[in-house]
C-alpha cells in the first residue's frame, strides 16, 4: 500500500515538473523577446543619458546631469523654450489625433457592426488596406493631395483659410490629418471587436427605465465598449506621440516633434545623451498616460478588460 502511495506521489511531482517546464518553454521566448529588445535598450539608454557628450557625438564619461539640463532648455548661450515648446507640441499634436481617429472609429466602427454579416469583412478590408501601403509612400501621397494648386489647397484658399499661393501642405494642419488617416485602423478594429459583444439586452433595459439616448448610451453602451476605446487609444496615443516619418515630410520644419528631435540628436546634431534622455522623456510620457488611461477606464466604469 505505501509503494502504491510513493508510486503515486512520484507521479504526481513528475507531472507538476512536467507541467512547469511546458510553461517555462511557452513563456519563455516571450520573455527573452522583452529583455532583448525592451529592457537592455531602455538601460542602455539611460546610461547614455547621464554620459557626456563627446567630441563626435558618442557618448563618454563622467556621468552628468547636461542632457536633461540641455532638454529642459538650458545651454552655453542660456535657456530657450525651443525642447519644451516641441514636447508641447507633441503632446497637442497626440491629443488631437487621438480625439479625432476616436470620433471617426466610434460610429464608424458602429456602423460595420449594423450591416449584414456578409458585408462586414469587406468593410473592414476597406478600413485596413490604406495601412498595406508604406507609411513613407503615403505621406508623399498626402503631400500630392495638399500641395499649392492641388484642389484641396484652392478650396482653403477660396475660404479664406490659407493665402493663395500657399497649400495645406507643409502644415501643422497635414500632419495632423495624415496621422489621422494612419491610426484611423488602429481604433476601428478593437472598438469593432467590442460592438460584436455588445449586449443590447442593457441598452432596452436602460429605455424600458425611460433612459434619454445620451443616458442610454453613458450607462449601457460606453462602459460595454471602453475595453475597445481604450485599447484604441493606446495603440493610437503611442506611436502618434513618437512619430517621426510624418512631421518629418509633411510638417516642412513646422510640426517639429519629440520623435524628430530624438532623431536628430543621434544622427545629424551628433549628441547622444540628449537623444537618450529625450528617449527617456518619451518613455515617462507613455507610463504617465498609461496609468492616467488606467484611472479613467475605473472612472467610467469599466471592466477589468478596460484597465489597462
Known amino acids: 500500500m505505501n509503494d502504491t502511495v510513493l508510486s503515486g506521489q512520484r507521479l504526481q511531482r513528475r507531472r507538476q515538473r512536467f507541467a512547469a517546464l511546458h510553461v517555462l518553454g511557452t513563456i519563455a521566448p516571450g520573455i527573452l523577446w522583452i529583455i532583448v529588445f525592451l529592457i537592455l535598450p531602455s538601460v542602455f539608454l539611460i546610461s547614455v543619458a547621464f554620459m557626456s557628450n563627446g567630441p563626435y557625438g558618442t557618448p563618454e564619461m563622467p556621468l552628468t546631469f547636461d542632457a536633461f539640463r540641455q532638454l529642459a532648455g538650458f545651454g552655453i548661450l542660456g535657456w530657450s523654450p525651443g525642447n519644451l515648446a516641441t514636447l508641447g507640441r507633441s503632446l497637442w499634436q497626440t491629443l488631437i489625433t487621438t480625439i479625432s481617429v476616436s470620433v471617426i472609429a466610434y460610429p464608424l466602427a458602429f456602423y460595420i457592426t449594423t450591416r449584414r454579416p456578409a458585408s462586414r469583412p469587406v468593410m ?118 513618437g512619430m517621426f516619418v510624418i512631421p518629418k515630410l509633411l510638417g516642412g520644419g513646422k510640426a517639429f516633434m519629440l520623435g524628430n528631435l530624438v532623431a536628430n540628436q543621434f544622427t545629424i546634431a551628433s549628441n547622444w545623451p540628449l537623444g537618450a534622455a529625450a528617449s527617456i522623456l518619451m518613455l515617462l510620457a507613455t507610463f504617465v498616460g498609461l496609468a492616467i488611461f488606467r484611472r479613467m477606464g475605473r472612472q467610467l466604469g469599466g471592466t477589468e478588460a478596460a484597465v489597462i
Not at 467590442?194 to 433612459?211: I, P, S, T
Open 124 to 241: 473592414l478590408l476597406l478600413v485596413i488596406v490604406p495601412s498595406w501601403t508604406n507609411q513613407v509612400i503615403r505621406a508623399y501621397g498626402w503631400m500630392t493631395l495638399l500641395e499649392p494648386g492641388s484642389l484641396p489647397s484652392r478650396i482653403a484658399a477660396g475660404l479664406g483659410l490659407i493665402p493663395e499661393h500657399l497649400g495645406l501642405y507643409p502644415s501643422n494642419f497635414a500632419v495632423g490629418l495624415s496621422l489621422v488617416y494612419n491610426f484611423l485602423p488602429f481604433m476601428t478594429l478593437p472598438l469593432y471587436a467590442a460592438f460584436e459583444r455588445l449586449d443590447y439586452a442593457q441598452v432596452e433595459a436602460a429605455r424600458d427605465l425611460y433612459a434619454n439616448q445620451f443616458r442610454t448610451f453613458w450607462h449601457a453602451v460606453l462602459p460595454q465598449t471602453l475595453p475597445g476605446l481604450m485599447a484604441g487609444i493606446v495603440l493610437v496615443s503611442i506611436p502618434a506621440f
